[in-house]
């Protein structure tokens, strides 16, 4: 990538996104060290203009941000970084230094805590005690839920219908998880349709 370190005196700004929300987690700048450094590691250092050196977002905290992906807009002299947070992005504790809601993505934060739910699986996790019945045990849940769901929105109350189609969508995920497949496959195919 040929990122212009001229057109900001050295710096540019760098977008750090969640690569698994898509939430935007905080703005920082990167000089060609910066971004050199992070390349070669993997996390994310910046440029720190109050402190005059480069910075590891997490060298204190251990919140480090594990890059996913990295992409430069059009005049390149923007970065565009996704990452796996480990832990909490802002000094202040918060998930985001924005402070936005946290639902607005929440179907993928549920996707990231059930794979987290199949990768370290607990007696106490309905994940789990749902997995170990076997794929056809979810699949036949996906189809309850969706019968459910036609039944709430055509005889039962809005509130219902809002709590069968959660249920509906949270089994499903557990389904497209079983499968090794995402909600980001669905996405795509879903988009792919569209065009």
Partial sequence: MNIDFKKGDGLVPVVIQDAQTLEVLMLGYMNEEAWNKTNEEQ??????????????????????LQVVSSHIDCDQDTV??????????????SRSCFNTPFNQNFLLELERIVQHRIDFPSDESYVNRLRSR?????????????????????????NDFINESSDLLFHLIVLLKEKGMSLETIAKNLEGRHQ
Avoid: M, Y
């Avoid at 565009?80 to 504790?93: D, Q, R, S």
């Fill in 80 to 93: 565009l970084i996704k990452v796996n947070p480990a832990g909490p992005t802002c000094h202040t504790g």
């Fill in 134 to 158: 076997g794929i056809n045990k979810i699949a036949q849940k996906v189809g309850e839920e969706a019968v459910e769901t036609v039944i709430a929105a055509l005889t039962e109350t809005d």
């Fill in 43 to 64: 996390k994310v250092t910046f440029f720190s203009r109050s402190k005059n050196r480069l910075w590891t977002k997490g060298e204190e905290s251990g919140n480090f």
